[in-house]
């Protein structure tokens, strides 16, 4: 056994003690050393990958699931820099990555070798952090690596969660007996527990702070929600009970759909078509919690009519307020912060107002539920399909067995804008941090992996086109993952944009035109494929693929030039009469 051999024996098998299981690994051969460990640890759950960004999109998909980070693992040159897009929506979304990349040796840079590029800082400011310990050998002890593997996972978490990059160069012969006269003097890597123990960090929760937050908390207000750990959900249940406020929940919350948040406003989103109409509801403040909402209204008022009370509580000390309108930000663990404040609100009494003023709230947006119940419902078995009609019933019937990962431009707004609010109750996942529409199919297939269980994706046909090699991370997921592909034939977002207006240039530069399908790939991959023609015979089709249980794609065709057309007709009606008893 030779250095290269050993020390991939003791990174993959640290990695192990620190209960890391998911190791996505792309086929190289300068890699070998780390494969070759990963391939003969027990404790290492490895699957392989024909190319390195579907391979970083699943890792994040994965650990966006379970919180801990997913390894990756590539050979030199080109292979690292594809992983850099989901390094990039890793760090903006604070999901743990830990990137292992193999090199040339010293010698081998800069003399035009094969496949050497200069991986140093490879991914620049988007990593927590990067080290390269250099060629295996004995002048890097075998303690300062087991540390630096240890430090490198710690990193990934604190003090803010992200992607960390170690670099190894290896030199050849990679795993001949060709030391077996040498005497290499080092310690076993632990059998049963991690070199470096790192104890858990905890915020300090400002107790005084939040204290004062409570004294000057006005009667009137919204509780605004973004993207939170799953472990603060139930505790902002709680919060959303205690202060009574309208609840303006993002898509991104986990607490946008199903009927799981009180006093929700659930298309708040449309509410804020007419501004007039509710500038006179008395809001003092808005607190928002998480990171930034994905409605462009809901943005646009903080920065052109904000509250008198502008806070922001994140468990991050990162700047997100777009707006610059929020003059107080509050760090601090969510799920304790949501539980001190219920105590404090408890210990007081809230006036009448503040029920008052959110019943007007919720009044309002049941008049919406209402309306898309009649405006949705009256051309079931029509065959022409609205995207935002599909987007809605796909979102009444999704089974409460399933994660939800929706796809950005048109699926990300519709399910906002739309989506119902008395579906099932299901974590639901984007890469909205870049909200590129790169990866999307991988990044899905990580996130049933993460949680282990079935997962219906919702994308665009560009992002479909931008992961075909993806449908085989599909066909071999252990849970189904249901994709359902609106296909309208090109890029369907820029078609609400100023752009259309230059039609000299917009469809060959914009619209991106194309006549493809994918019944075909689906063949290849031996996937299920439905192509319903209404959104009744979605339903029913849907229904089947979930029964069936098995990875599926359920291909919908629309024409998105008929897109704005068909959302406007909706908001015309729903600001002619949901306001009408306001």
């Known amino acids: 056994m030779n250095w290269n051999e050993r020390w991939g024996d003791w990174i993959i098998e640290e990695l192990v003690q620190h209960g890391t299981e998911c190791f996505c690994i792309s086929p190289g051969s300068r ?11 027990q404790g290492a759950k490895s699957t392989i990958f024909y190319d390195e960004r ?13 919180g801990h980070p997913a390894v990756l693992i590539c050979t030199s040159g080109t292979a690292a820099a594809n992983y850099l897009p989901a390094v990039i929506e890793s760090s903006v979304e604070q999901i743990p990555l830990l990137v292992l990349t193999a090199d040339r040796p010293l010698e081998l840079q800069d003399t035009g070798a094969n496949q050497a590029i200069n991986q140093t800082q490879l991914f620049g400011t988007h990593v927590r ?5 250099g060629c295996p050998g004995p002048e890097f002890t075998a303690e300062a690596l087991l540390s630096t593997i240890d430090h490198a996972l710690s990193k990934t978490h604190r003090p803010l969660s992200g992607p960390v990059h170690l670099n ?3 030199r050849e012969p990679f795993f001949e007996n060709n030391e077996t006269d040498i005497k290499i003097n080092l310690i076993q890597p632990p059998k049963t527990k991690s070199y470096v123990r790192y104890a858990a960090s905890r915020k300090i929760l400002p107790t005084k702070e939040i204290q004062y937050l409570l004294k000057h908390c006005p009667e009137s207000g919204i509780l ?3 993207r939170v750990p799953s472990n603060s959900l139930d505790p902002l249940r709680k919060l959303t009970e205690e202060l009574g406020w309208p609840v303006f929940a993002d898509v991104t919350s986990g ?27 008395g809001i003092e403040a808005v607190w928002h919690i998480g990171f930034p909402p994905t409605s462009k209204r809901w943005l646009k008022r903080w920065e052109q009519n904000p509250a008198s009370q502008m ?9 997100h307020d777009q707006s610059h309108n929020f003059r107080w930000k509050i760090e601090a663990d969510i799920a304790e912060f949501c539980e001190h404040v219920v105590v404090g609100l408890q210990q007081e009494k809230r006036a009448d107002l503040v029920q008052s003023i959110t019943q007007q709230w919720l009044q309002a947006s049941e008049r919406i539920e209402d309306l898309m119940v009649q405006h949705f419902s009256v051309n079931l078995e029509k065959k022409e399909i609205n995207e935002f009609g599909l987007v809605r019933k796909l979102t009444e019937i999704i089974p409460e067995t399933h994660g939800f990962f929706i796809g950005n431009s048109i699926p990300v707004r519709a399910v906002d804008m739309v989506g119902s609010g008395k579906g099932a109750d299901i974590p639901t996942a984007l890469n909205r ?4 529409i790169d990866g999307l199919i991988a990044s899905a297939c990580g996130y049933s992996s993460g949680l282990q269980q079935p997962v219906t994706l919702l994308i665009g046909d560009l992002s479909a086109l931008h992961d075909l090699n993806s449908f085989k991370l599909l066909a071999d997921s252990p849970e189904p993952v249901l994709l359902v592909l609106l296909n309208n034939h090109g890029g369907g977002i820029f078609s609400f944009l100023p752009v259309i207006r230059q039609t000299e240039i917009f469809e060959p530069f914009f619209g991106t035109p194309h006549s493809y399908d994918f019944s075909s790939v689906s063949e290849m991959f031996d996937l299920g494929y439905f192509n319903p023609d209404s959104i009744s015979a979605f339903e029913s089709d849907y229904t089947k693929a979930v029964r069936e249980n098995k990875s599926a794609v359920i291909e919908i065709y629309s024409e998105r030039e008929k897109n704005p057309q068909n959302l406007e007709a909706l908001q015309q009606k729903l600001t002619k009469s949901a306001f009408e008893s306001s």
């Open 129 to 133: 952090w990067f080290f390269d310990p």
């Open 168 to 170: 190894f160069p290896f």
């Open 255 to 281: 607490l946008r759909l199903g009927n799981n948040c009180p006093n929700r406003i659930t298309y708040y989103d449309q509410l804020l078509l007419d501004d007039s109409a509710v500038a006179n509801w």
């Open 433 to 436: 941090g870049a909200s590129g």
């Open 54 to 66: 579907a391979a970083a999109y699943y890792a994040l998909g994965h650990a966006r699931a379970t």
């Open 224 to 226: 605004s929600i973004g």
């Open 31 to 41: 890699s070998t050393p780390l494969t070759i460990a990963a391939a003969r640890n």
């Open 311 to 319: 806070v922001w509580i994140a468990d991050h000390a990162e700047r």
